[in-house]
């Protein structure tokens, strides 16, 4: 079983530069698609980033030029540089790692104020 714990999320005014970590512990041998979801209120769940064990990432159309994801596999850390942000990005965002299950992260709070 795998273990993520995020951290980094915050209040932040628009324009603003946040940086999100999620590590990694337990059966983390292994490991494929590392990334970052989101939820706002009232809203679903969606993919913001994904980065797989190989490097390759992909991002949501709405994050594009402005978040990017990289991996630490020695430290076996992902994380979200978020730049420009918006109020629109004001939501819980989850960590979420691949083996042969997905596992979650606790979510962390990203608040962007206008």
């Known amino acids: 079983q795998v273990q993520l714990v995020e951290s980094g999320g915050g209040l932040v005014q628009a324009g603003g530069s946040l940086r999100l970590s999620c590590a990694a512990s337990?059966?983390?041998?292994?490991?494929?698609?590392m990334g970052w979801y989101r939820q706002a209120p009232g809203k679903q769940r969606e993919l913001v980033a994904r980065?797989?064990?190989?490097?390759?990432?992909n991002y949501a159309d709405s994050v594009k030029g402005r978040f990017t994801i990289s991996r630490d596999t020695a430290k076996n850390t992902v994380y979200l540089q978020m730049s420009s942000l918006k109020p629109e990005d004001t939501a819980v965002y989850y960590c979420?790692?691949?083996?042969?299950?997905?596992?979650w992260g606790q979510g962390t709070q990203v608040t962007v104020s206008s």
């Open positions: 979420f790692a691949d083996k042969t299950v997905r596992s």
């Open positions: 337990g059966s983390i041998f292994s490991l494929d698609n």
């Open positions: 980065i797989t064990n190989l490097g390759s990432t």
